[in-house]
T-cell receptor, first 110, second 118 residues
Framework: NAGVTQTPKFQVLKTGQSMTLQCAQDMNHNSMYWYRQDPGMGLRLIYYSASEGTTDKGEVPNGYNVSRLNKREFSLRLESAAPSQTSVYFCASNSHQPQHFGDGTRLSIL | AQKVTQAQTEISVVEKEDVTLDCVYE???????LFWYKQPPSGELVFLIR??????QNEISGRYSWNFQKSTSSFNFTITASQVVDSAVYFCALSEASSGAGSYQLTFGKGTKLSVIP
C-alpha cells in the first residue's frame, strides 16, 4: 500500500536554482494538493488540483508552479528557489474526506 | 474566510494524566468538516478523526475523545491516561463544502505540541 509517494525526501538547493518536487498517488483520487509546513505556522495550501486537467492557487502560491500530469501525478516546481521557500512540503490526495498525506519533502535553500 | 485557532502552542503533561487540546474555528458555511491530525516526531501526518457539521455527537475511540460544539465553534480533543507515544504535534483542520468544485481544501490550525513526560 504505497498511498501518496513524494520524491525526494530531502533536498538542499542554492538560491536561484530550480527544482521539481514529485508526488504520485495510487488510490485513484480525483483531487491533489501541495502544502508547506513552517515552524509555528501549521500547514498552508500552495496549490491544488480538483481534478485531472485543472489547477488552482491556494493560500501561498507565489514562487511556485504546478502540473497535474495525469490523474496519479501532481508536481510542484520552484523556478528560482529563495531562502524563504525553505520548508517541509506535503502532498495530499482525496476524492472524499479525509485527505491522505505523503511523508513530506524537507527542502533547504541556502 | 475560514480560520482555525489552536491557542495552546505547547502542553506538557506527566504520563497517565488527561489532557485536552482546544480548537476553535470560524466559517460562514453551514456545511463543513472538521478534522484532527497527529504528527509524531517522525514527521508524517496521521488522520485521527473527521466530523461533519451536521453531526454534533461526541465520539470516543479508545483513549481518545472529541467534543464538537457548534454553539461555541469548538472541536476539542481529549486524551485520557496519556502515554509517551502520544507525544506529537496535533493539528485541527477545517474544510468547507464550498471550497472548490470537487475539492476539499483544508485550513489548518498552527498545531499544539504535546509532550508526555514519563
Amino acid at each position: 500500500n504505497a498511498g501518496v509517494t513524494q520524491t525526494p525526501k530531502f533536498q538542499v538547493l542554492k538560491t536561484g536554482q530550480s527544482m521539481t518536487l514529485q508526488c504520485a498517488q495510487d488510490m485513484n483520487h480525483n483531487s491533489m494538493y501541495w502544502y508547506r509546513q513552517d515552524p509555528g505556522m501549521g500547514l498552508r495550501l500552495i496549490y491544488y488540483s480538483a481534478s485531472e486537467g485543472t489547477t488552482d492557487k491556494g493560500e501561498v502560491p507565489n514562487g511556485y508552479n504546478v502540473s497535474r500530469l495525469n490523474k496519479r501525478e501532481f508536481s510542484l516546481r520552484l523556478e528560482s528557489a529563495a531562502p524563504s521557500q525553505t520548508s517541509v512540503y506535503f502532498c495530499a490526495s482525496n476524492s472524499h474526506q479525509p485527505q491522505h498525506f505523503g511523508d513530506g519533502t524537507r527542502l533547504s535553500i541556502l | 474566510a475560514q480560520k482555525v485557532t489552536q491557542a495552546q502552542t505547547e502542553i506538557s503533561v506527566v504520563e497517565k494524566e488527561d489532557v485536552t487540546l482546544d480548537c476553535v474555528y470560524e466559517t460562514r458555511d453551514t456545511t463543513y468538516y472538521l478534522f484532527w491530525y497527529k504528527q509524531p516526531p517522525s514527521g508524517e501526518l496521521v488522520f485521527l478523526i473527521r466530523r461533519n457539521s451536521f453531526d454534533e455527537q461526541n465520539e470516543i475511540s479508545g483513549r481518545y475523545s472529541w467534543n464538537f460544539q457548534k454553539s461555541t465553534s469548538s472541536f476539542n480533543f481529549t486524551i485520557t491516561a496519556s502515554q509517551v507515544v502520544d507525544s506529537a504535534v496535533y493539528f485541527c483542520a477545517l474544510s468547507e463544502a464550498s471550497s472548490g468544485a470537487g475539492s476539499y481544501q483544508l485550513t489548518f490550525g498552527k498545531g499544539t505540541k504535546l509532550s508526555v513526560i514519563p
